[in-house]
């Protein structure tokens, strides 16, 4: 295991002060209370954008986000880590989430109660670098950083193989965890895995002006706008920004350029030389609409992988957990206890959510003119 020192974590003490800063203290989001579920207020350490979005599953997360002591180095230090925990414990191994690139815990704000409401112990974690951590300290965010603070994470508040989640980029994560520590994950379920990228490649030359400046334009409105039209399937226009308000909301905290820069310029992940070497049964989820990740990198992945299923989701873009929350949850559920082979049936699980501004419960994504 390489140590924290090793890695270049700064001291960072665990004082009371920062333990005080756990989601506990609130920022007033229009409604009562400091709950953690509908009627509370957002954690103070969110940015104040967050009152600005409008979905209901995400403010509903939002609200529910808290900062974790994780121990990164010697003695007391650690890094407050922000992540979504389970109301309650479960006998079965738990569930954990990973999120897409330069993303956060957010993206689970419609499988998330699905998940919690069948009884899965669920947690949604922000990896090293991106979602809403206290990263003051500037700690360096490479591929080994980030593996080793998800490690300690897990060590010090899970503490059970879990299965674990890894939507696009957050698949390569999940697989370069699975494979350096095998003793923390039962079982890994891959969607729409972005595991064949060759790292950040040629940004690892930038000089660090032009990739301060790349940075910059990452988190600009038109980019993480466009974005959403490329990942998602036939959504209006109001929907596109609200959730480019959710996807760039991590963004807004002042260490984020630096700590991109950090990733950009670390190389990223690289992890072609470890599929193999994976040996957790693995679900691998693929969107027939996919306009990130090419459906044919997703059958040589199951070719690869030693003992992967694969199912297929019609009608759908690059983040069917947004898209398709109930699906997205029925596969996860069975497959983290046991099962590879339940069919995708949208009616055995029920939804409520917002389409377009518009109240849905139904047994089946609104669509439009429904």
């Not at 479960?90 to 009884?119: I, Q």
């Not at 301060?212 to 334009?217: G, P, R, T």
């Not at 596109?240 to 991590?250: A, Q």
Request: aromatic fraction near 8%; charged fraction near 20%; charge should be positive.
């Amino acid at each position: 295991m390489v140590g924290a020192w090793a890695l270049g974590y700064p001291p960072y003490q665990c004082n009371t002060r920062k333990l005080l800063d756990l989601g506990l203290s609130c920022r007033g989001g229009g409604n009562r209370g400091c709950g953690g579920d509908s009627s509370g207020e957002f954690p103070s350490f969110l940015p104040k954008e967050v009152n600005k979005i409008r979905d209901p599953f995400a403010r509903t997360l939002a609200q529910r986000i808290q900062r974790l002591p994780v121990q990164v180095g010697f003695s007391e230090s650690c890094i407050m880590s922000s992540c979504v925990t389970p109301k309650k414990r479960s006998a079965a191994n738990p569930v954990v989430l990973l999120h897409c690139f330069d993303s956060s815990c957010l993206e689970w704000r419609s499988a998330y109660p699905l998940l919690e409401d069948a009884g899965i112990e669920a947690w949604a974690i922000d990896l090293l670098g991106w979602g809403f951590s206290d990263l003051e300290s500037r700690p360096p965010c490479n591929v080994a950083s980030k593996r080793y603070h998800l490690y300690q994470l897990w060590k010090s508040h899970i503490r059970r193989p879990m299965t674990l989640v890894g939507p696009s980029l957050g698949a390569a994560a999940a697989i370069d965890f699975a494979v350096n520590f095998p003793e923390a994950v039962d079982r890994l379920v891959l969607i729409n895995a972005n595991v064949y990228a060759k790292g950040t490649g040629v940004l690892t030359k930038l000089p660090k002006p032009l990739a301060y400046a790349m940075a910059s334009l990452l988190k600009s409105v038109p980019i993480r706008w466009y974005a959403k039209l490329l990942v998602f399937e036939g959504i209006s226009l109001s929907t596109v920004f609200d959730y480019t308000e959710v996807g760039r909301l991590h963004c807004l905290l002042p260490w984020w350029e630096d700590v991109t820069v950090n990733f950009m310029l670390s190389g990223g992940y690289n992890v072609m030389g470890q599929i193999k070497r994976v040996k957790q049964k693995v679900l691998l989820i693929s969107s027939e609409h996919d306009n990130i990740v090419d459906n044919k990198l997703a059958v040589r992945l199951q070719n690869e992988l030693p003992n992967a299923t694969m199912r297929k989701i019609s009608s759908c873009g690059h983040m069917p957990h947004i898209e398709k929350p109930n699906v997205i949850a029925k596969l996860i559920i069975d497959f983290s206890r046991g099962g590879t082979n339940a069919a995708i049936r949208e009616a055995e699980m029920p939804v409520s959510y917002f389409v377009d501004g518009n109240s849905c419960k139904t047994n089946r994504l609104c669509r439009k003119g429904e």
